[in-house]
Each structure stands twice: as structure tokens, then as C-alpha cells.
């Protein structure tokens, strides 16, 4: 069996913690078993390896993704990169031709997609197994997980069985209902009807005949350079909607998709994170705060709180899951971001009548690691070393920096930094263009 | 007639937006005529001067707001400063001796004490003039205004007349009740009790024979210099109290305290001000947000949400009145402050494990005014100009500074900067002790 974890998401369901750099799976907001803050996309990794399973397991991201995936997943990760965003299928079609071209996977094989953020008990992955001997047993294109409804939720699409199959292990389906109403919701459980959990299983063969309607590939990199050719569309609309021979395999065990705040907050080990005072007045209240002042809360009833450097919200839970079109209005920079070398924050940003900006930042640079040698055109850099000891480099001249130096790099100089032990820079950024693709890579 | 305004308070209650350093009367959260941004200091000042005084007006207050005052109200104020915080008896005591020793006032004449924050229209003030006769037609010793009550408040103190007054203009009052329950405050209304708002009237010698009590007096500067022999006491508490021969007139017009969140929020002209955003599922509900970050609101009903460099409140607006303990415990060192050379606003603050802290500020310089002289013993700075253009001195060299120009200034180095055209510049403060009190001025 093959393992593919679709990574993507803008992150504006759980804004303001989550953002285009730093997307949902990637916060350490959960716990492992010895209360260490662990994040989605490594909870998830570590309950697959549990389950023992040996084969190919493949992440399949995006460029801005590949940096926090390495930095979360400390083994030798297998990713598949997508040149651009294209939706889920021209992603998995991607995959698909790694699997077949590179890792020589034939094309009878199961390969199972799952989501990189179900909160689940260890039985969901376990239950892998069952859904590619389903397909293996059948005749089938398409095997799904379907997950056993608690309650009539409206946030999810249903999958509804033939009513033959109520009671075998394997349900064929004969249509879906996408976020029903109440009633409706209500009515479709009774007819057995189970939740769409995001996970189905095809054989190899099978994804990479479609990708063949749009492309004419026989290696990875001719599936890579004719990416733009594959359809800008969901799994569910280009590949589910148009086949009839679909059929699922019940999972009843604990699961939550993670996705809003409604549920995400149901798995916090603690109502408040970081700088909060609460008094006893709240009623099912969450608080984050990641900023640096205090955060106080009172008589807040079913709400959560997140402040951050990308923003603040404030919302009543159920209410949240429709901020996706307010946080698009005001989406911005990224104000913290974690790279390769440590993180930065953004502490202010100012612009003045005349065009010129100034942007202050926090940078770390984690002892051993350096800031790339790089150049901006349009803007200077003044950096003030307040703590740990660096080695920095402005046109080609060397020299050792600690607490107290001050740096002055004008545009168009090459500078680069490494840091001996633990650095912190305070970098302001002054110019008529301060953009962050404003950067000049060398080696 | 000497009208006396009292200055004070510790700015708890509309945390965050007010603090030590900024009262919430110097907030300009209101709005004039013309829909230009005013303070409650502003508005009543400026009312008192429509009904046409033409006497004393003294502002009694302490050293940390007289910047504040003299910026906000142009003209040149008269200001009484307390040399320490004791409370109000202290505070009026000394005004009294001000008007009596400095200002040749004569002992019969009638002091009118006002707080500096009630919303009140111009009757109000005109009513004043009702206060003033009361007392020189009577022989009452003291006069208060009251208000007529429109509901069983639990938050004011009642004063209840003699019962034969009911019907007279002016009362002789018999007892007072402090925040009584609602089924009281009913009773008490029905009994014809009035709000006691904190304004009253006294004949000067009044009080000057009472602070004969406690200390040896023929001059103001006698007063001053035994400030601390005054009891720290309330002029309720202090003079009230004691005190059987007390009258009121009753005020019927609009009056409110703004002294809470859930008052002050009536008079607010919007529901947002700054960066917010707020779908319509919200419900009388106000958003403050100073922070350089969107703040968004869904689903809040009731509630206050503040957010500014001191700290970010979330708060059921009723609730919210109970919150001074809450910040109490994390009240820090002030995050913005407005000084006689323009303001500044702290950005960010990292304490490392060696007890080296770091600072970051960024400073505005109004055009023409100076930072004065100063250095500091404990810690170095490092300025960047991020606009405008200026004359830096440091140890007695001067020069022109303007945009991307660094100045470091180390411990024990004197320096000023004077702003030619506005200046902000990004303040770095490293060192082991980093204490607003860390300076040496010089003239």
C-alpha cells in the first residue's frame, strides 16, 4: 500500500494563527502522550508509522510547505513538490506519476490519500488496511473511509450507501449529499448514510489513465513540465463526480476534522495559551496569545480569542467558520514566519507620505545555521545584535558580531550571517520597496 | 464663583486604553461639532467656558498629567499639582490654599468642585450658578448637585433629602447610601433619593479651617511643603462624613460617569475604531484597536474589545466594571506614552537567560521640539532615523541626522535629538537594567 498525506491549505480557517506560511497542521497546539506541544501533520506522520505499515509513504505539498514539513518531521520525509497550486487533483495525479515514474510502484497498486489533519484514534489508520483489500476484493475504481455520524452535523458531505449494504462490510454508494441542512442531515443518517472523511484509495493505473486525457507523460518530469495542462480542480469534482463505481468501508472510531476553531478548540489540553488572565466568569471560552502583552478575558461566553502577530480575532465559535471572506480582507504580509535558519516576527511597519516604508523585524538565527547570502535592491538593512554571537559576512569581508553591534548594510551589498551560538537581530528595513521577494540569492 | 476641576485617577477601569501614564479623560475617543476626535477633559473644559464664567477655573491634578493637560487644552491652564498623590482631600486642600494665598480669593466666596469626566449637556454647567446661590443664600456649609436618578442604579451613592424638602429647590440633606442593591436603590428613589454625581460647594474658609487642623499655614508654599501632614484621605470621607449641614439642588438633565466600559461605550460615535472588521452577527458590541494588525469580530454580543499597546481586553461589557484586580496583576510598564516632544510606543521586549535586556521603541519627534539632554547609567542605545530630518548631539557634537542614518549612543554618553520637520526613529535599549527612571537630564 502507498501512503499519500495531502499537505496544502491557505490557512484561512484558523486565522489568525495559521496563515499562507504557516498553515494549520504546522501548529504545535496539541500535546503528545508526554505533554510535548506536537503539531497535526506530526501527530498524523507518527500514528502512521505506529500502525507499522512499511511502504511508501509520500507528502505531497507546496513550495512555501516544504521548509516547516522538514523542520516538523525529522526523518528523511518523501515529498512531492507541486510547481504551483492547482487544486487536489492536478496534486495527486502529481503523486501518482512519482509513484509510477520514480519510485517504479506498478500501476495495480492501492494508493490511499488521506488529509494531513484528522483528529483520529490509531484504529482510523489501521483501517487502511481494510479499504485497499476492499479494492483489491472488488471490482471497484474507488474505495472511500466513511466515518459513522455521532450527530446531524451540517459542516460535512454524505456518502449514501445502496440500500443492499446497509450491513456488509463493504457499502456500494450510490450518491453524495454535500452539507445538508439539519433535517435533512437527520434523515440521511437514518437512511445509513455515513460522513465523507477525505480518504479514498484507487489503483495507481487508474489516476495516472486520467492524467493521460491531459497530458502525454511517460516520466516523472514530463508530468512535471506539462503541470499547467492538468485541470485546476478538486479529487472530488474531476474524479468522484464522474465515476459510478465507487464504494466505502465504514470507520466507527473517533474522528474530527480539525479544520475550524469550533473543533480545533475541542482538542486544546488548556483553555489559554501564552500572556492570558481569565476570570471564572467565562463559559466555554479558548484564549491564544502569541503576542507580547496581556490578554484579559471576561464574561466571554462559547468564543474564541487568538492574537497574533498576523492579527486578531475574535469570534464566537460557531460564528468562525464563516470568516474565511473577512480574513481575505484583510490578509497581509506574513508577520511571523519560520525558515530554514529560525523565525521572524514583524514588529512594525510604517509608511510615510513620501513612498518610503520601514519594516522592524525580530530575526532568530538557531546556533550553527545561517541566513543565506543574498542581496536586496531596493531597500537597506540596519541590524542591531541583542543577543548570542555571529559570524557576518558584507561583501566578502569576515568578521565576528555580538550584543551591541550594529550593521549596516546598504542595497545591492551581499551579506550573509551564521550564528555561533543563538542569535537575535533587531532589523530595520528602510526603503521605497519592501517586499519579501525583494531578494537576490548566492551560494 | 472658583470652579475647581479634579484631575486624577489610575486609569484601571478602561484598561487598556488608559493607564498611569494616560487617563481615560485624556483619551479623544469623543467627538466635537465638527466630528474632529476630542477628550472628556477637552469636552468639559471647553463646556465649561460656553456657559460664560469668567472666574478661577483651576485644574487640580498630579505631576504625571500636567504634560498631558497643558497639550490638551491650549489656552494657558491653571494648574495646582499635587507634590504626591493622597487622595482628594489633599488634592483640594492645596487648591484651596492656591486660591486663597495666590489668587487673593476671599474666604466667603464659594469653591465649586467638579470632576474632569461626567457626560453632561450644558445645563449642567449652567446649574452650577444654582449651586453657588444655594449656599450663599443659606448656611449650609457644604452644597452638593444631585441627579435626578432614572434607574435603580447599583453603581452610584444615593443621597437622600429630609423629607419636608422633597418639593423645595434646595434640600437639606439627611443620609447617604454608597452603591445600594436594586431593590434598595428602588426604594430609595421612591423615597425622592438623588445620584450623588461628586460635585460640591463650600465656602473657601471652609476648607481652610479644616486643613488648619492638621497643619501651620500663611502661604501656599506652607501648604506644599506640609502636603504629607494632610490625612490621605477622600473629601467624602475627610469632610462629608462629618458634616450635618449639608444641602443639594437637583440637576435633571443628561448625566452620565464614563468612569466604565459599558458607559463609556454609549457615547463612543462608532462601534470600531482602527483596524476592525466586524460581520453583521455581532450585537452591541464596541472594537478599539491602536495595534498595527486587523482585528476581526464575529458573533459578540455585549461585549468591549480593546486592543492597544498596553494590553487587549475581551470583555462582557457589564463584567468588565470588575476588572481592576484582573489588571492589577498585569499591569506593566507603559507601552505608549505622549510626552511634551511628540510620543512613543514600546514594539517589542526579550529578556535573555545572561539578565541582558532589549528594548525596542519607536519614537515620534513633532517638528520643533526637542528631546532633552539625558543619558543613561545602565544601558546604550542605538537610533535609526526612519523619517524626517534632525540635529543629533551626543557628548557635544552636533549634527544633521535624516533617513537611514544610524546613532549609537552608548552608556553614559549625553545626548538630545531636535526635530527640524517631524522625526520617528526605531529606539534599540540594550543593557541589564532598562528602567524609565535610568536617565540623568540636563538643561
Not at 514539513?69 to 501518482?96: G, H, Y
Not at 489501521?126 to 452535523?153: F, R, W
Not at 462490510?169 to 452539507?179: L, M, S
Not at 507580547?292 to 460557531?318: E, R
Amino acid at each position: 500500500m502507498n501512503i499519500v498525506l495531502l499537505s496544502g491549505g491557505s490557512g484561512a480557517r484558523l486565522w489568525p494563527i495559521s496563515n499562507e506560511a504557516r498553515s494549520k497542521q504546522f501548529l504545535r497546539l496539541l500535546k503528545d502522550e508526554n505533554d510535548n506541544p506536537m503539531s497535526m501533520i506530526q501527530r498524523v506522520y507518527k500514528q502512521i508509522r505506529e500502525t507499522g505499515y512499511s511502504d511508501n509513504i509520500i507528502i505531497s505539498t507546496c513550495a512555501s510547505q516544504t521548509e516547516s514539513i522538514t523542520m516538523q518531521l525529522d526523518d528523511k520525509v518523501d515529498l512531492v513538490v507541486e510547481p504551483e497550486r492547482r487544486n487536489t487533483f492536478p496534486a495527486i495525479a502529481l503523486t501518482c506519476a512519482y509513484l509510477h515514474y520514480e519510485k517504479r510502484v506498478d500501476k495495480s497498486q492501492v494508493v490511499v490519500i488521506l488529509p494531513v489533519d484528522p483528529w483520529a484514534g490509531i484504529h482510523y489508520f489501521h483501517k487502511l488496511k481494510d479499504i485497499e483489500q476492499a479494492l483489491l476484493n472488488s471490482k471497484h475504481n474507488i474505495c472511500l473511509m466513511g466515518v459513522h455520524p455521532t450527530y446531524p452535523s451540517e459542516k460535512y458531505g454524505y456518502m449514501i450507501p445502496n440500500t443492499n449494504d446497509l450491513h456488509l462490510p463493504i457499502k456500494r454508494i450510490q450518491c453524495f449529499k454535500e452539507k445538508p441542512n439539519q433535517d435533512q442531515a437527520t434523515k440521511l443518517i437514518l437512511q445509513g448514510a455515513l460522513w465523507n472523511c477525505g480518504v479514498f484509495a484507487f489503483r495507481l493505473g487508474y489516476i495516472i489513465e486520467i492524467s493521460n486525457n491531459y497530458i502525454s507523460a511517460s516520466c516523472y518530469e514530463d508530468v512535471l513540465s506539462q503541470y499547467n495542462n492538468l485541470p485546476k480542480n478538486s479529487f472530488d469534482y474531476e474524479v468522484i463526480e464522474n465515476e459510478s463505481s465507487i464504494c466505502a468501508v465504514e470507520y466507527t472510531g473517533e474522528w474530527k476534522d480539525l479544520g475550524t476553531w469550533n473543533t480545533f478548540t475541542e482538542q486544546m489540553s488548556d483553555f489559554c495559551t501564552g500572556n492570558v488572565v481569565m476570570d471564572d466568569t467565562n463559559v466555554n471560552t479558548h484564549a491564544i496569545n502569541e503576542l507580547n502583552l496581556p490578554l484579559i478575558v471576561m464574561g466571554a461566553k462559547d468564543m474564541i480569542i487568538a492574537a497574533t502577530y498576523n492579527g486578531i480575532l475574535v469570534s464566537d465559535k460557531h460564528q468562525s467558520s464563516y470568516m474565511k471572506p473577512l480574513v481575505e480582507s484583510v490578509q497581509g504580509r506574513p508577520m511571523y514566519e519560520e525558515c530554514m535558519w529560525g523565525d521572524y516576527r514583524v514588529l512594525d511597519y510604517v509608511e510615510h507620505v513620501d513612498g518610503t516604508k520601514c519594516l522592524t523585524k525580530r530575526l532568530y538565527v538557531q546556533k550553527g545555521k545561517s541566513i543565506s547570502c543574498h542581496l536586496h535592491h531596493h531597500h537597506s538593512d540596519v541590524w542591531t545584535i541583542i543577543s548570542g554571537l555571529g559570524e557576518f559576512t558584507l561583501d566578502g569581508q569576515c568578521k565576528k558580531v555580538s550584543v551591541g553591534d550594529v550593521l549596516q548594510i546598504q542595497a545591492n551589498a551581499k551579506h550573509t550571517i551564521r550564528a555561533i551560538n543563538d542569535l537575535e537581530i533587531i532589523e530595520v528595513q528602510i526603503g521605497h520597496l519592501l517586499t519579501e521577494d525583494d531578494v537576490v540569492y548566492f551560494d
